[in-house]
């Protein structure tokens, strides 16, 4: 049974950073490319970072580069996605998601599974 256990979330001001986990158990993790994924209420499933099976390969959304970072360790069965000066507009429950292939996709129909979610909050 494959499981995806996301932690690290919270209640955060603006400008201050938070470090989100994922997990990964009941797969050959570093068989998977792993993703972020955010959802803020009202609005769609975005796509926020994602990073190659090996980790050699990283890429981010226009809205979060320079700020959030996305790495693995295959030897933990571990993503991470460090966030660095939040905003307000970061506010959304962040899901991790693996697919069974070298590379990441953008968008989220190509992911195998998924993570219950971590809700962030960033004040102003």
């Known amino acids: 049974q494959v499981q995806l256990v996301e932690s690290g979330g919270g209640l955060v001001q603006a400008g201050g950073s938070l470090r989100l986990s994922c997990v990964a158990s009941?797969?050959?993790?570093?068989?998977?490319?792993m993703g972020w994924f955010r959802q803020a209420p009202g609005k769609e499933r975005e796509f926020v970072a994602g990073i190659r099976w090996s980790g050699g390969s990283t890429f981010s959304a226009d809205s979060v580069k320079g700020r959030f970072t996305i790495s693995r360790d295959n030897a933990k069965n571990t993503v991470y996605m460090q966030m660095n000066s939040l905003k307000p507009e970061d506010t959304a429950v962040y899901y991790c998601?693996?697919?069974?292939?070298?590379?990441?996709?953008?968008?989220?129909?190509?992911?195998?599974?998924w993570g219950q979610g971590a809700q962030v909050t960033v004040s102003s």
């Open positions: 998601a693996a697919r069974r292939s070298s590379n990441y996709y953008t968008q989220d129909y190509p992911y195998d599974y």
């Open positions: 009941g797969l050959t993790f570093s068989s998977y490319a």
